[in-house]
């Protein structure tokens, strides 16, 4: 009869061990910030990010703080529910989506923009060559010869109608 978990020799117990090797190759959450990248600085908002009563107009005390606190319990709760009813769901499609795009991306698109290249390439190089030919020379110096520039200072305009082109 046992009086305890087995411990192995540094201590761990047998779910320890399993924790820490699915920490390993999951990657270990920080449960203090899980946004360390600051993506979704938009959603958030508090109590006073939304609701505010100007002088003059103030609430009862009592009514002011159940309401706050009602916003927080059904906003934290709600989000909550949503994420164990759908969370596991979307990060599957997510998942999914994500594969697909990679997949696209490695077997599809990257060959696709190489060949592009490639022939992009043999064309610059038959352009180039057609275009320094002496007779393509000789014409292009005749066209451009011809033509004339003139500068000339345009008037001045007012800084207020200049600056505003969407004018309505």
């Known amino acids: 009869m046992s009086e305890g978990p087995i411990n192995d020799t ?4 047998a779910s320890n061990r399993i924790f820490s090797s699915v920490r390993k190759v ?5 449960e203090t ?3 360390p990248k600051n993506l979704n600085p938009h959603l958030k908002v508090m109590w006073n990010d939304i609701v505010g009563e100007p002088e003059g107009l103030k609430s009862l ?4 703080t ?4 009602t916003y927080n319990v059904s906003r934290t709760f709600c989000y909550i529910l949503l994420v164990v009813l759908l969370g596991p769901l979307i990060a599957l499609i997510n998942g999914l989506l ?4 990679s997949f696209c991306q ?3 698109v990257g060959p696709c923009l190489r060949c ?4 992009c390439g043999t064309l610059r190089m038959f352009t180039e060559t057609l275009l320094q030919g002496p007779y393509f020379q000789k014409i292009f110096a005749l066209i451009f010869s011809k033509f004339k520039v003139r500068h000339q200072k345009l008037p001045e305009a007012d800084t207020d109608n200049a600056a505003d082109y969407f004018n309505v």
């Open 10 to 13: 540094n201590g761990r117990t």
């Open 26 to 30: 999951m990657g270990s959450d920080d």
């Open 33 to 35: 910030n899980r946004d």
């Open 61 to 64: 005390d009592i009514f002011w």
């Open 66 to 69: 159940c309401s706050r606190i």
């Open 98 to 101: 994500f594969a697909i795009l």
């Open 106 to 108: 490695i077997w599809l």
């Open 116 to 119: 592009c290249k490639i022939n």
